[in-house]
């Protein structure tokens, strides 16, 4: 198996479906540029991640919501009773603390929490515990890979806060509009990690945020889960005349809940707000939501009085000093992350960038191969794992409906069966085969022994099918035995499928070439 | 330091208090008044001053992560006005609305 | 003077001294009891100290207690009869925070002081009355009526904790538990002529005391005595991991500091501390209690404490800022009163419209003003920068002396109805007790006179953490004086 060129391209579709994590209807867009060359596009993100806590920011709930009854992980704190206190999760500051540290960030050496009032049925308080001008982490950079190229984003901030509870709507009996708020989201850690308003395209933005996800997910720090909400964005889109350092009038769209519907809304800002400004109109500071069914962005109406947060010191929670010692000791948390990982693949066991991008995808799977690569540091090692891994187990995982970060069969099972072709004591169909049936416990030798698929050493067993083959194809016979020796690759392919595959072709071939040369 | 009447409503609004007319005239002047004695701290000069916003001397206080039981449902919702389907029942918020983050 | 000296009656006792009786077994709990629940009885229909009474429950824990100790393992609260401001969360009986919003709230777990007595075996008789959300300084702002002085019962009892001092006071409880936010039990512990302890920020739990300012709400006794104040603060302080503000240090050890001994104890008296307004009564019964630390063996020292004008003005703009948030959660969607207003909108503003009272809808005003976009750092930065030119006052004159002795307000209980026409009249009722909640020292009151026949309150404030000398001095003055065994005539003594 050679990775030839439709291994490429099998490679990049694979990236970019992964990415996108839609698995259904994925369409490959072609990368149209539509910034006109007036104008030149401003976009900043802000992404709200779910931090991976087992509890809540603020109390001992479990933070798991998703699968929960409404309203069974609530308690005192997260529904705001009379009288209930906050508890600092600290794991949820570790968490953003690395992700600070992923993203470059200095982390603040003296941090507080704040109050941000504001009245929603979705929030019970009627605040939220976020953080105003104490970020944990700022000024850090993103850098990531958009049509080839490396791209570096700024990264303002981030900062630590509670997620709110959920609305669900629904219509009366009476006809009337009703929700019905479910608290279990209620007091879920969030990280809001600002970045500068350094982006020049909708694709720009798409591949900025695919390489925050990968990143969050490497250091653990959040599922990245858009479907799920555990990973949500909003966008300032923003045009100005090409050339010009100074900021348009900034539009915030809010709705995206995909990253292709990331792309499509802020294709469609993009393109509205040129159309409107080259028709000789002003764009107003507005907040406008995406409409995925509809494609299209709409102006939210808000009142005035909206966004006056009143920010202030939440009285009580004690502030946050994180001393260099604490912060060596997050440090010492962060893995490898995945541009460096992706680069040393490149290097180290000689793969093409897309399949390093690939195999660097998720950690686990990274992990995954460099374990079947350490059992057995021969130089084909790793290309044999990289072809397996690309193909066929991804193939598998698909099939199975695993999750991108979960194999089907484990490194070890891989590793033994990488090893049985590598001393060629299996044919490559019958490794398929025993992958396909490979289940948990089993080592891939057990498990081709007792389905039969290990070479057929018994040449009685050979001679037994190939006796029966010359009897059978009597004019291929026949044809060998008159001089013409091609003619033996006939008797030789149906000797072996007699074997059931496992005769080796090359003993196989010895006691063809004994029987028809014997005088009958 | 006179607040208006816009003043009073804008604050109100803010807080989701519904004042009558009596009550939003009594409360421009009680307001007003009182905020003429606070004035009173303009008198010092706190340029260098660090604020103070609590005096509990701690830091980092913080609990591992570890998930404790929750209050049973019923409990949850045992003060609840209105209830549905295992929720807190409410008219759904107008368009205008601030919403959540 | 319609005071009478101690009688015998059983709920004129101390607790210290009821503790004896009770493991000696010449007096159970369900007495004890029983004798305070009679006496809430009689004399709650004209001083309205309590919100709600649950008196089968009361009884019952009497008798649990009764069973401990005849198992010999008395604590030292076991069988008290105890009164809680209805600010403090409890389970098995609603808790108001004297607010309509709140009524019938049953809440779905205790608040830390109250598990913590319960531990103990201690006896609740009842919730007792409060200025809705602890915002007030007479009780009149309660939603239940107000309480009456039980010393005349055409005064206030003080407030915003005028319900659990009246208890004390009246022999409805023998302690009781308040909370002080600018004063809130030291003010009317004064008024009441009993003893009123605010502890150091952070060294009692906060968790289910419902929130008034955060920074600078504190939970602490009413009691007969600077003893027994001792003996209640050991139960419920000491460090609680479910308040992040609470201090990780273990409950102190008062009682045995207790000693009555002012020899070489430094006294400061602060010249900011006299201020117009300053009734002479009031003036006149410091200046003797003053006079009788002298005597004996006291080191009175001036101290200044130069920013004390500015204590009052900070204060109305943090505790209201803190309250506007802290009360924002009354919203008619989770528990407590919810008034339909057609739409969500509607509902929040009439709710929380009518739903709080005129003092509470002030506060919320404020604080949400001094928070809002264009006036935050001319108020609220402010006030926090105050607070810290406050709290530097109180560094400086603890370096020089042990204890800081004030009055504790500057007038005895006035009139009900004297003061509601103008808020900020009202607030002055504070000025002497605010200083310390902005600085989180602990402060307690110990009676120290009469003036035209109402108590006269004296202000003990002392170091952070360092209730122990805090006490020792005010239970060596108390001691040294008639006035804690005096108690007001009631007329339907029982």
Known sequence: ?520 | ?101 | MSAVAGTDALHWLTASEARTLLDKKELSAVELTQAHLARIESLDPSLNCHISTFPDRSLAQARAADERIGRGESAGLTGIPISLKDVLVTTGTQTTAGSQILKGYESPYDATVVQRLHAQDAVFVGKSNTDEFAMGSSTENSSYGVTRNPWNLDRVPGGSSGGPAAAVAAGEAMLSLGSDTGGSIRQPAGFCGIVGLKPTYGRVSRLGLIAFGSSLDQIGPFARSVEDAALILEAIAGHDPRDSTSAPMPSPDICSHLTGDLAGVRIGVAEEYAVDGMEPGVETAVATAVESLKDAGAIIKQVSLPHTRYALPTYYITAPAEASANLARFDGVKYGLSIDGGSLREMYEQTRGQGFGPEVKRRIMLGTYALSSGYYDAYYVKAQKVRTLLKQDFDAAFADVDVIVAPTSPTVAFPIGARLDDPYQMYLADVFTIPANMAGIPGVSVPCGFADGLPVGLQFLGKAFDEATLLSVAHAYERSQPWWRMHPELGNEI
């Open chain 2, 1 to 101: 330091m006179e607040l208006t009447l816009d003043e009073v409503r804008h604050v109100a609004a803010l807080a989701r208090l519904g004042l009558t007319d009596a009550e939003q005239e009594l409360m421009r002047d009680q307001l007003s008044s009182i905020l003429g004695h606070i004035n009173a701290l303009n008198e010092l000069d706190t340029e260098s001053i660090p604020p103070t916003a609590s005096v509990a001397a701690l830091q980092n206080v913080w609990r591992d992560d570890t998930v404790q039981s929750s209050l049973p449902r019923e409990q949850v919702l045992m003060n609840a006005p209105r209830q549905n389907e295992g929720c807190f029942e409410v008219d759904t918020p107008l368009g205008g609305e601030e919403s959540s983050s």
């Open chain 1, 1 to 520: 198996m050679e990775a030839g060129s439709a291994t490429v391209i099998m490679v990049q579709f694979a990236i970019f479906a992964r990415s996108l994590e839609t698995g259904r209807g994925v369409e490959i867009d072609v990368t149209e540029t539509i910034a006109s060359t007036r104008f030149e596009t401003v976009i900043g993100l802000e992404v709200h991640a779910q931090v991976l806590t087992k509890s809540k920011m603020y109390c001992s709930c479990s933070a798991e919501y998703a699968s929960a009854e409404p309203n069974t992980h609530v308690c005192h704190v997260c529904m705001g009773l009379p009288g209930a206190l906050p508890v600092i999760n600290r794991e949820a500051i570790e968490l953003c603390v690395l992700t600070g540290l992923a993203l470059d960030c200095t982390i603040a050496p003296f941090s507080k929490l704040d109050r941000k009032n504001y009245v929603y049925p979705d929030l019970p308080k009627g605040y939220q515990v976020s953080q105003y001008d104490l970020p944990l982490c700022q000024n850090g950079t993103l850098v990531f890979e958009s049509n080839g190229e490396p791209v570096t984003a700024g990264i303002t901030r981030v900062h630590i806060e509670e997620d709110t509870g959920r609305l669900l709507h629904r219509t009366a009996s009476d006809g009337s509009d009703i929700s019905l708020v479910d608290l279990n989201r209620s007091g879920v850690p969030l990280m809001e990690i600002v970045g500068e308003p350094d982006l020049r395209s909708p694709e720009h933005a798409r591949d900025y945020l695919i390489a925050l996800r990968q990143i969050l997910r490497y250091i653990g720090a959040s599922t990245g889960n858009m479907e799920e909400g555990a990973f949500r964005c909003d966008a300032n889109v923003s045009l100005r005349e090409a050339g010009s350092t100074e900021f348009g009038a900034k539009v915030e769209i809010k709705n995206m809940n995909s990253f292709r519907a990331v792309e499509r809304a802020l294709r469609y800002e993009v393109e509205r707000q040129q159309g409107v400004l080259e028709a000789g109109g002003t764009i107003e500071q507005e907040t406008r939501g995406w409409v995925d069914a509809r494609g299209v962005t709409v102006g939210q109406r808000t009142k005035e009085a909206a966004h006056d947060y009143r920010y202030f010191p939440e009285p009580d929670l004690p502030p946050l000093a994180l001393g260099a010692d604490i912060v060596e000791r997050i440090a010492a948390r962060l893995p490898e992350l995945p541009a460096a990982r992706r680069a040393r693949f490149v290097e180290a066991f000689g793969l093409g960038e897309p399949e390093a991008a690939i195999l660097t995808g998720e950690r686990e799977t990274a992990d995954y191969f460099e374990s079947v690569c350490e059992s057995a540091p021969a130089e084909g090692r790793s290309r044999l794992a990289a072809n397996w891994i690309l193909n066929d187990l991804f193939g598998l995982q698909r099939e199975r409906g695993l999750p991108p970060d979960r194999m089907p069969v484990s490194a070890d099972q891989l590793a033994g069966l990488l090893d049985m072709l590598e001393a060629d004591q299996i044919s490559a169909r019958a490794a398929k085969e025993l992958l396909a049936q490979l289940g948990p416990g089993e080592t891939a030798i057990d498990k081709a022994r007792s389905l039969n698929l290990l070479p057929l050493d018994d040449d009685d067993a050979i001679r037994t099918a190939a006796l029966e083959t010359i009897e059978a194809f009597p004019a291929a016979a026949d044809d060998y035995r008159n001089g013409k020796k091609a003619a033996i690759g006939r008797l030789l392919g149906e000797t072996i499928k007699r074997t059931g595959g496992r005769a080796r072709p090359d003993a196989a071939r010895a006691i063809l070439e004994e029987l028809l040369n014997s005088p009958s």
